[in-house]
């Protein structure tokens, strides 16, 4: 089934001007959360994921992880079956380099993992490359890619870890030899779901979650607004925080010449509602202004989606999939072109 709705972005000032427009549907009638996503030689991969099949959470449903591996060659063409994953994997860091897709870390249903890999669709084949293994298991991380330096910060290092981890890892993809460094770790505290960008030639780590425990114990979310940024060779800097918490919004964030933005996420208003009568994710766009050092905002999202990587694709931002609302996924695909 293909679709070509078209909706437009809110005008305001300052705000992105151009039009979402709806590609084919993932072939999964829920859809997926946190799948690892990019493009490899001219096609749209997205990979792995998870979702609740038969009943929603709040039903007794359990969740699934997939290790399924789709393949969109072309904007107007359908997507097929490309192959599978090494294992069922989602919430992992992915990045598009070169003409493959990097994945690394990210979890299944009973652990998280180190391992790092990378993706390419070849000759209408799915080949698929180990790359040396994270120091330490890692999921619900940010990670973006700096030049042919790929970041990995924050995250869970087990699915019942009671803080965030604060570490950053790098990993030069342009040496086939590298491995891993740890870099100094993140300031302040360590974070989960964070927005990461890659900007001005240093890497950004924008809101997310901190995780801390309750006084009955119990480990819960803390919403975050304060943003860092990493410079190669000089260290961390802090930026100037957000104008309210944002978490699990897609990343790494779309750039600009302008800047780069911040497309919706999780506020943290509907905390105390139950999931079955969440009303959706925040609609707002953000767009950190390289002039003026700031917030500004940038209009509306018609639909936005959290726990979803942000593609690149022939020149427009792309959100495969993600979270409609807490436990629910949607299939579809939107691609944004903005206008310059």
């Known amino acids: ?6 909706l437009a972005t809110l005008v305001c000032s300052g705000a992105l001007r151009a039009e979402w427009k709806q590609l084919p549907l993932l072939p999964d009638k829920e859809g997926f959360a946190a799948p690892f996503a990019g493009v490899s030689n001219g096609a749209m991969l997205v990979a792995g994921g998870a979702n609740f099949p038969d009943k929603k959470p709040w039903d007794g449903g359990k969740k699934v992880w997939y290790d399924s591996v789709f393949v969109l060659e072309k904007p107007d063409s359908e997507w097929k079956k490309a192959g599978k994953l090494p294992r069922t994997l989602a919430y992992g860091v992915c990045v598009t380099h070169r003409d493959g897709v990097v994945c690394a870390g990210g979890s299944d249903a009973t652990q998280h993992y180190a391992d790092c890999f990378r993706l390419e669709w070849k000759a209408g084949k799915l080949l698929t490359t180990k790359l040396p293994a994270m120091p330490k298991p890692v999921a619900n991380a940010c990670g973006a890619l700096v030049g042919n330096t790929l970041y990995v910060a924050g995250g869970q290092e087990k699915p019942d870890a009671k803080e965030a981890l604060r570490t ?24 989960i779901l964070a927005v990461a960008a890659s900007f001005e030639g240093k890497f950004w780590i924008a809101g997310g979650a901190e995780l801390v425990a309750n006084k009955d114990g119990k480990v819960e979310r803390r919403y975050l607004k304060d943003v860092s940024f990493h410079e190669p060779m000089k260290g961390w800097g802090l930026g100037l925080s957000l104008p309210h918490a944002v978490v699990g919004a897609p990343s790494p964030a779309p750039v600009d010449q302008t800047g780069f933005y911040i497309l919706g996420g999780d506020d ?19 767009r950190f202004d390289a002039k003026t ?38 299939p579809e695909v939107w691609r944004f072109a903005p206008k310059k």
Not at 1 to 6: H, K, P
Not at 171 to 179: G, I, M, N, T, Y
Not at 309 to 320: K, M
């Open 1 to 6: 089934m293909r679709f070509t709705l078209v």
């Open 168 to 191: 950053v890892y790098t990993l030069d993809l342009s040496d086939a030899k590298s491995l891993w460094l740890e870099e100094k770790s993140m300031p302040e505290r360590g974070r």
């Open 268 to 286: 943290g208003s509907q905390l105390t509602v139950a999931p079955d009568r969440h009303t959706g994710f925040s609609k707002k766009v953000l």
């Open 293 to 330: 050092r700031e917030w500004v905002e940038a209009g509306e999202l018609t639909t936005p989606r959290v726990t979803v990587p942000l593609v690149v694709w022939d020149g427009a931002w792309v959100i495969p999939s993600g979270e409609l609302r807490p436990g629910v996924r949607s």
